[in-house]
């Protein structure tokens, strides 16, 4: 696997164990449906919320913050695979769309932000 697929994967994984430190339950991690994925499906402590979350790890900001990678196209294709995902299992719950980035390359050096609600599909 390329360095950058682990460190993505490292990512996730930390933002995963974030989230369930937090008191969410993760439903998904990597769920896909064609070529469209969905990086963490989680459910929120309270069970009212499913919380779609978008993972972007950067070792550095140097070029670029890894939010900046979540653009217009990106983000319509996180509302079909939510749309998707949604109607396969019959959710029920409110729905929002998290982004969480991770800066660095170990839990040591890693800073981790999470930004609830930070979009909405719909509105794009």
């Known amino acids: 696997m390329a360095a950058h697929n682990d460190l993505g994967q490292?990512?996730?994984d930390f933002a995963a164990d974030y989230l369930q430190s937090k008191g969410?339950?993760?439903r998904e991690r990597d769920w896909h449906q064609g070529k469209r994925d969905l990086d963490i499906v989680a459910v929120t402590?309270?069970?009212a919320t499913v919380v779609f979350?978008?993972?972007k790890?950067?070792?550095s900001e140097e070029?670029?913050?890894p939010k900046d990678a979540i653009d217009v196209r990106k983000i319509r294709n996180l509302g079909a695979a939510a749309n998707a995902y949604v109607k396969e299992n019959n959710v029920t719950e409110?729905?929002?769309f998290d982004i969480i980035t991770v800066v660095g390359t170990s839990?040591?050096?890693a800073v981790l932000t999470h930004e609830e609600d930070a979009f909405n599909p719909l509105l794009i």
């Open 10 to 12: 490292w990512g996730e």
């Open 24 to 26: 969410y339950a993760i």
């Open 45 to 47: 402590a309270d069970q």
């Open 53 to 55: 979350v978008e993972v």
């Open 57 to 59: 790890t950067r070792a």
């Open 63 to 65: 070029i670029t913050s």
């Open 94 to 96: 409110e729905l929002r």
């Open 107 to 109: 839990p040591a050096d």
